[in-house]
C-alpha cells in the first residue's frame, strides 16, 4: 500500500509498541505513528500560546517515559543504532533525562497556573460569573464565541483551532459575564492530554454555566457519538454538577423537516436544548436568555451614607460590579439602589456598615 500510495508515513488508530512502529518502520521505509502521536502532532501545529506549547511537550514527554525502556532497547540494536536520535543512553540515564525536562515543564506550568489563579480570584471579586464553551472539535465553539463576545479568535473548518482559552467580557441581559472559548473535545482523548491540558481545562471546571456546542448538520450517528463524548469528558475533567445548555449549531444548513427529525432524535441526550446559528446569529438571544436562567439570581439592596471620599470611592465601583438601579444625592447623603449575586452583596454591606450607613436587603431578583 505504501508503494501503491506513495505514502509518506502510515497511521493506525490504535495505540502502537515501539517495537512495532519499528518494525512496521523497517518493512515499509516509512514511519509509523499511532493516533496519540497524530493528535500530538496535529496539537503542535495549532499551539498559538507558550502555554500551549508547554503542555503538548509534556504530554509528548509522558508518552515518551512510558516507551522508554522499549525504545532503548532499540536504540541498542546494531542494525540501527541510535534509532529515534537515542544513541547510546542507558535506561536509567533516559529516564533521569526525560524525568528532568517532564519536571522542568511541570514547574512552568504551575506559574501559568497560578497565574490564571490570581485572575480568577480578581474576577471573582469583581462579581463576574464565569460561561465555558465546550463541545466536540469542530463544532462550532470559536465561531459562537466570535458572535458573542463580538471578538476575531481564529475560526477554521479543521480540528483543534482552539488550544488555548480566551476570556472576554460580554453582556447578558444588564449583567456582565466573562464567556471562555476552550479546547475541543474529541472521542478516546487520551488520558495524558487530558492531564497535560488540565489546566486549560480547569476554566471549564470552574464555570457557573457550561455552553455545549454541537453541530446539527451532521448525520445522527455523529451527532450522538460527539454528544457522548463531550458529555463523558465533561464528566471526567470534574465538571458534573454544573449546569449545561446544549447549543445546537449550524441550523442555517438544515430544512425544516430535517431539523424537526434532529430536535425529536436527540430530545432525551441534548441538556436544556436551544437551536442557533453562530454564522447568522439565529436564536442568540434565546441562547443568552436560557443561560441567564442558570446564573445565579441576583439579589437587589439599597443602601445610604454621607457623601465623603471613601464613599464615592465606593460608588463608582459599584458602577464597574454591580448593575445600579437608581442613585440619588440628597444634601450631603448619597442613596443608591442596586442589583448583584449575593456574596457581592455582603461584601458591599459590609463596607458601608464600616463606613457608618444604613444596608438593606432587598427581594431577589433575576439575572
Excluded at 497565574?115 to 464553551?133: C, K, T, Y
Excluded at 445522527?220 to 475533567?237: G, V
Excluded at 447549543?247 to 441534548?270: S, V
Aim: one cysteine or more.
Amino acid at each position: 500500500m505504501v508503494k501503491e500510495t506513495g505514502a509518506a508515513k502510515i497511521i493506525f488508530d490504535n495505540d502502537l509498541t515501539p517495537v512495532q512502529a519499528y518494525n512496521l518502520a523497517k518493512v515499509t521505509g516509512v514511519m509509523a505513528i499511532d493516533r496519540f502521536q497524530l493528535i500530538l502532532e496535529i496539537f503542535s501545529i495549532r499551539a498559538s500560546t507558550y502555554e500551549a506549547e508547554l503542555q503538548i511537550q509534556l504530554a509528548s514527554l509522558r508518552y515518551e517515559l512510558s516507551r522508554a525502556k522499549e525504545r532503548v532497547k532499540l536504540a541498542r540494536m546494531e542494525e540501527q543504532p541510535g534509532f529515534m536520535g537515542l544513541g547510546k543512553y542507558e535506561v536509567d540515564l533516559y529516564f533521569e533525562a526525560v524525568k528532568r525536562q517532564i519536571s522542568s515543564i511541570e514547574s512552568k506550568l504551575k506559574k501559568k497556573r497560578e497565574e490564571r489563579q490570581l485572575h480568577r480570584v480578581r474576577r471573582a471579586e469583581l462579581g463576574f460569573s464565569s460561561i465555558s464553551l465546550a463541545g466536540y472539535t469542530n463544532a462550532g465553539k470559536s465561531s459562537l464565541f466570535n458572535l458573542l463576545a463580538e471578538e476575531t479568535v481564529p475560526v477554521d473548518d479543521a480540528l483543534f483551532t482552539t488550544l488555548s482559552t480566551t476570556t472576554r467580557a460580554v453582556q447578558f441581559s444588564k449583567r456582565k459575564v466573562l464567556l471562555t472559548d476552550t479546547v475541543g473535545f474529541i472521542d478516546r482523548l487520551p488520558l495524558k492530554l487530558v492531564k497535560a491540558f488540565h489546566s486549560t481545562l480547569e476554566e471549564t471546571i470552574l464555570s457557573d454555566v457550561i455552553i455545549l456546542v454541537v453541530d446539527l448538520s451532521e448525520p445522527d450517528e455523529d451527532i450522538e457519538r460527539k454528544l457522548s463524548c463531550s458529555l463523558d469528558t465533561i464528566q471526567k475533567i470534574g465538571a458534573t454538577g454544573i449546569p449545561v445548555v446544549t447549543a445546537l449549531n449550524k441550523i442555517d444548513l438544515l430544512e425544516k423537516d430535517e431539523l424537526k427529525h434532529k430536535t425529536e432524535y436527540l430530545k432525551e441526550h441534548a441538556p436544556n436544548p436551544v437551536h442557533v446559528s453562530a454564522l447568522h446569529g439565529t436564536n442568540i438571544a434565546s441562547l443568552k436568555q436560557q443561560i441567564t436562567r442558570y446564573l445565579e439570581g441576583f439579589v437587589q439592596a439599597s443602601f445610604s451614607l454621607t457623601i465623603n471620599d471613601e464613599t464615592m470611592s465606593l460608588v463608582s465601583q459599584l458602577f464597574d460590579r454591580a448593575h445600579i438601579q437608581n442613585i440619588e444625592y440628597e444634601g450631603d447623603v448619597v442613596k443608591v439602589v442596586f442589583r448583584s449575586i449575593p456574596w457581592f452583596a455582603d461584601r458591599v454591606k459590609g463596607r458601608v456598615e464600616k463606613l457608618g450607613g444604613v444596608f438593606k436587603n432587598e427581594a431577589k431578583s433575576e439575572g
